[in-house]
């Protein structure tokens, strides 16, 4: 009698750490959202002291709540990115819930976005979800929402000496990096965005800041072993925060939203302000 009593407190204990990390993973975790600073110094860098770079990544925007990311949380974020006043804004894609089937517009998002304000501009790159909807149709709302989509282009970043590098997205097959790669002066440093990681594979070494999306950290990080998912064969264990990708730092960010599954543990959604420095060459 008392080996069954201990195995039934033994099972309802299970059930209620169970419960709790249902309410945690489900509820809590995925609209917990992390804004991170980081500083990253480039030798010789010949761009703005300090400049102020937002990353904000894979919204998946959606009406509704199950899909986490409703268009009033959405405002929301986009009031405390401008709030925080970033010189530019890049968004590397995946910017609507699955292909919208609830509903939502790349208009819906373009209305939320347009809201982003930043000195230098704000640009972007569509996500695979945002080709697989209407890739046609983002490019027009978001250009027409003021923000610059870039589709393996190189532009320069208004007064200064910095380059602005958008690659397409691997998995919907619109990535060209060797096509972006050869509109940039000689010597140029370089803000790089990017949606899969994958395409990093392909760059060569770029001085500045590269950063890319995609994978949401797996939204579910197991200590010591990884992600308890990685998209298209992806290392597991290369899928949040800076990873060598072919010698080259790269930063992964964990994105804001969710996909396939609405579940976060232990890897928040995050949006992350760099601050690009570094001492002047002799």
């Known amino acids: ?31 917990w ?6 500083a990253v110094e480039v030798p010789g860098w010949r761009g703005p002291p300090g400049l102020k770079v937002a990353v904000a990544s894979d919204w998946h925007i959606a009406h509704e709540f199950k899909r986490v990311m409703t268009i009033a949380r959405a405002n929301a974020i986009v009031d405390e990115i401008n709030a925080a006043k970033p010189d530019v804004v890049l968004l590397p894609g995946d910017f609507i819930s699955g292909r919208g089937e609830d ?54 970043l208004p007064g200064t000496d910095v380059w602005v590098l958008g690659i397409g997205d691997k ?21 790089t965005l990017m949606h899969d990681p994958a395409s990093a594979r392909e760059l060569p070494p770029l001085p500045g800041l590269t950063v890319a999306a995609h994978t949401h950290g797996g939204q579910v990080w ?23 990708i072919g010698g080259r730092p790269i930063y992964i960010t964990s994105g804001l ?13 995050e949006w992350v302000m760099f601050s690009m420095s570094g001492q002047p060459q002799k």
Do not use: C
């Open 257 to 269: 939203g969710v996909s396939i599954y609405p579940i976060r543990i232990n890897m928040r959604p």
């Open 171 to 191: 998995t919907s097959w619109h990535s060209d990096p060797r096509r972006a790669v050869h509109q940039l002066p000689a010597g140029a440093q370089v803000l």
């Open 222 to 244: 197991i200590p010591f072993v990884g992600s308890a998912v990685a998209p298209h064969g992806w290392p597991k264990d290369k899928t949040h925060g800076w990873v060598d």
């Open 103 to 156: 509903g939502t517009t790349p208009e819906d998002v373009a209305a939320v976005l347009g809201r982003l304000k930043a000195t230098r501009g704000v640009y972007a790159v569509l996500g695979n979800h945002d080709w697989w909807t209407d890739g046609a149709r983002f490019n027009q709302a978001l250009g027409a929402a003021g923000i610059k989509v870039l589709l393996n282009e190189a532009v320069p």
């Open 1 to 31: 009698m008392n080996v069954l009593l201990k195995f039934l407190k033994f099972l309802l204990g299970l059930l209620v750490a169970a419960a709790l990390l249902a309410v945690w993973g489900l509820l809590i975790e995925p609209r």
């Open 33 to 38: 959202v992390a804004h991170r600073e980081i």
